[in-house]
């Protein structure tokens, strides 16, 4: 079965850090671009961040840049998502998945993970 597995996630303060890991089961993932999104209460799933194939092109939303770092490690297979500075605005469940292509991109993604869930209090 070709599918994401995410793990890291749970409850911090405001201005605590996470690292959240997403590991793919099924497939090899060194030729693809992965990326996180999230998904809070009553929202429409957004996109955090993205990091292409080789890892030289990575991209951020707006509401995260400088506070979280997407890194992969294709030997094992896992791309990360550390978190650092953590608002409660960040709360959500967050996903990752593989997209169709090397490149960095927000569209055309598949193979989506369960999501592991992110609470910060405030």
């Known amino acids: 079965q070709l599918q994401f597995v995410e793990s890291g996630g749970g409850l911090v303060q405001s201005g605590g850090s996470l690292t959240l890991s997403c590991t793919a089961s099924?497939?090899?993932?060194?030729?693809?671009?992965v990326g996180w999104f999230r998904q809070a209460p009553g929202k429409e799933r957004e996109g955090v961040s993205c990091i292409s194939s080789t890892s030289s092109t990575t991209n951020y939303a707006d509401s995260v840049k400088g506070r979280f770092t997407i890194s992969r490690d294709n030997y094992k297979n896992t791309v990360y998502l550390q978190m650092n500075s953590l608002k409660p605005q960040d709360t959500a469940v967050y996903f990752c998945?593989?997209?169709?292509?090397?490149?960095?991109?927000?569209?055309?993604?598949?193979?989506w993970g369960q999501g592991t869930q992110v609470t910060v209090s405030s």
């Open positions: 099924g497939f090899i993932m060194d030729y693809w671009a």
């Open positions: 998945a593989r997209r169709r292509g090397s490149s960095c991109n927000w569209t055309d993604y598949m193979y």
